[in-house]
């Protein structure tokens, strides 16, 4: 099984709808992010967590909002979709302080708003 | 300014022959790491490397290695023996000190092996 999963894998919506992007982790990480693709770029940070309490914005973090509902859980929420959300979402994790500093990512979802 | 730069947007490589691919970074930061990863076409980020700035040596995983420049702040990768299944989009990426967490990732290189 995987370590990282996303769900869902595909997704279509409308604009102005509200969406969630589900995150799960068997690693035992207590870090977890939300990336953005889009054509032809590298990923974007969205928000990362550090544990349950610590929530954290990134660089393109207008228009979406997180939670963290256990160590194992982050959710990427968007409160009203628009066509330029439309992007593959990765979610990834990596250890605490002091652990290996690489990030493992899930499969990604995509997304398109319509 | 940007802090991850690839200037290679496509190689062809024949199948078996080694690939560098080119990247560069800036930071200002003592302790950094840096990342290549791999992206098929399915979609998927793999991680391949991985680079701390106080390493002395390069990073070896298997055919993959990190040449990494310090004084020059380069970290090139390279694939030895290059096979079609390394055909894909490959991404450096830095994480340092400053601001968020996340990483920050170059625009890629699209790497096609050629039989």
């Known amino acids: 099984d995987a370590d990282v999963t996303q769900t869902p894998r595909n997704r279509i919506t409308k604009t102005g709808k509200r969406i969630m992007l589900e995150c799960s982790q068997t690693?035992?990480?207590?870090?977890m992010y939300w990336y953005r693709q889009d054509p032809g770029l590298g990923l974007q940070l969205i928000y990362y967590?550090?544990?349950?309490?610590?929530?954290n914005k990134g660089e393109i973090s207008d228009g979406y909002s997180v939670s963290r509902q256990a160590q194992a859980k982050f959710s990427l929420s968007l409160e009203s979709a628009i066509p330029n959300q439309t992007a593959l979402y990765f979610c990834?994790?990596?250890?605490?302080?002091?652990?290996?500093?690489?990030?493992?990512f899930g499969p990604g979802t995509r997304l398109l708003v319509l | 300014a940007q802090k991850i730069t690839q200037t290679q947007p496509g190689m062809f490589v024949q199948e078996k022959e080694a690939v560098t691919l080119d990247c560069t970074y800036d930071?200002?930061?003592?302790?950094?790491?840096l990342f290549w990863y791999k992206q098929p076409s399915s979609g998927e980020m793999i991680f391949l490397i991985y680079?701390?700035?106080?390493?002395?040596q390069n990073a070896t995983e298997g055919r993959y290695s990190l040449n990494f420049q310090k004084a020059r702040k380069s970290a090139n990768l390279v694939i030895s023996a290059s096979q079609l299944g390394d055909s894909a989009m490959y991404f450096c990426?830095?994480?340092?000190?400053?601001?968020?967490?996340?990483?920050?990732f170059g625009k890629g290189t699209h790497l096609i092996i050629q039989p």
């Open positions: 990834a994790t990596s250890e605490g302080v002091g652990g290996e500093e690489t990030q493992y």
């Open positions: 690693k035992g990480h207590d870090r």
């Open positions: 967590s550090f544990d349950v309490k610590d929530i």
């Open positions: 930071t200002s930061d003592q302790s950094y790491g």
């Open positions: 680079q701390g700035s106080y390493d002395e």
């Open positions: 990426a830095m994480r340092d000190g400053g601001g968020a967490d996340g990483l920050t």
